[in-house]
Nanobody, 117 residues
Framework: QVQLVESGGGLVQAGGSLRLSCAVS????????MGWYRQAPGKQRELVAT???????NYADSVKGRFTISRDNAENTVYLQMNSLKPEDTAVYYC???????????WGQGTQVTVSS
């Protein structure tokens, strides 16, 4: 069973920055892709950013140029650096990993990000 633990969420003013972390209980080398998703109240969960085993990244248009996804294989951790935050970035942010074998998706418990205007 793969476990994911997110941290780094909180309350920040518009224009500020936060860095989210996702600690994964197994080696990232066993993963085909890792990513961050978010869900705002009353809305569906949406993709924010992904990074593949080949280090290819993909971003939602709404966060391009502001957010950066990265990974530390030695620490089995995935990060999301969020800069120039906007009130519309307010949501619960979820970490996701997809295994090479299966594949199987695993999710974290979510971390709240609130951006005040």
């Amino acid at each position: 069973q793969v476990q994911l633990v997110e941290s780094g969420g909180g309350l920040v003013q518009a224009g500020g920055s936060l860095r989210l972390s996702c600690a994964v209980s197994v080696s990232l080398f066993s993963m085909n892709a890792m990513g961050w998703y978010r869900q705002a109240p009353g809305k569906q969960r949406e993709l924010v950013a992904t990074i593949t085993s080949g280090w290819r990244t993909n971003y939602a248009d709404s966060v391009k140029g502001r957010f950066t996804i990265s990974r530390d294989n030695a620490e089995n951790t995935v990060y999301l650096q969020m800069n120039s935050l906007k009130p519309e970035d307010t949501a619960v942010y979820y970490c996701n990993v997809r295994t090479r074998v299966g594949p199987v998706d695993y999710w974290g418990q979510g971390t709240q990000v609130t951006v005040s205007s």
